[in-house]
């Protein structure tokens, strides 16, 4: 296994534009999940996907966030519009979603800031 | 309501022991996770515990009592490199993972 890989790992955008992230999964691995992280917390759940179904959805995420599996391989993240507030780590993990353990492996993660 | 609470930060001196304590309350338990994570970094998997107690790795060992809604996480023999943040989660009855914010464990020379 290669792991979990993140692209980019760092991206500097302006307040209003549009953002997209990739994550690219342990090969197998079913279960793709996005996380959102600052300083000094531990991982904010965001949204995960069995295969290409997204199954869950936080509630605390806006609109302006959209993820897609489309294939049931990679997935991406988008936020549109912008905001100061968005800047954190985003952190993709995939896990087997097989077996009571299913242990969940994280990529390096995008830290995104918006000025 | 789910919740985690774990101590935020540690000091301990580099060849002792530190144990970080962790209490959970989830909506269903299906068991509980330690995560390593240095500063930059992504968190790394460390231990998984879903029966009662302690499961050894080498140098960290994870205790669980599922009673007690306590987990913790004991590092022996410390080295510099174990300077990081230690992440506690318990996966509810959804299999969804509910973390902590984690401990900063600082180790000392």
């Known amino acids: 296994d290669t792991g979990v890989s993140q692209n980019p790992r760092h991206k500097i955008t302006k307040r209003g534009q549009n953002v997209t992230f990739r994550c690219d999964p342990i090969s197998e691995h079913n279960r793709l999940y996005w996380y959102r992280q600052t300083l000094g917390q531990g991982p904010e759940f965001l949204t995960y996907f069995q295969n290409e179904a997204q199954l869950e959805k936080s509630r605390l995420l806006s609109d302006r966030f959209s993820a897609e599996r489309p294939k049931g391989s990679f997935s991406t993240l988008e936020i549109q519009r912008t905001e100061q507030g968005d800047s954190a780590m985003y952190l993709c993990a995939s896990s087997s979603g097989t077996g009571e353990t299913d242990t969940q492996y994280f990529g390096p993660g995008t830290r995104l800031t918006v000025l | 309501g789910q919740n985690i609470d774990q101590p935020t930060e540690m000091t301990a001196t580099e060849g002792a022991i530190v144990q970080i304590n962790c209490t959970y309350q989830?909506?269903?338990?299906?068991?509980l996770f330690w995560y390593q994570q240095h500063a930059g970094e992504a968190p790394t998997f460390l231990s998984y515990n879903v029966l009662d107690g302690l499961e050894e790795k080498g140098r960290f060992s994870s205790f669980l009592s599922r009673s007690k809604g306590y987990s913790y996480l004991l590092l022996k023999e410390l080295q510099m490199k174990d300077s990081a943040s230690y992440l506690c989660a318990a996966m509810d009855s959804n299999y969804q993972l509910i973390w902590g914010a984690g401990t900063k464990l600082i180790i000392k020379p």
């Open positions: 989830t909506s269903g338990f299906n068991g």
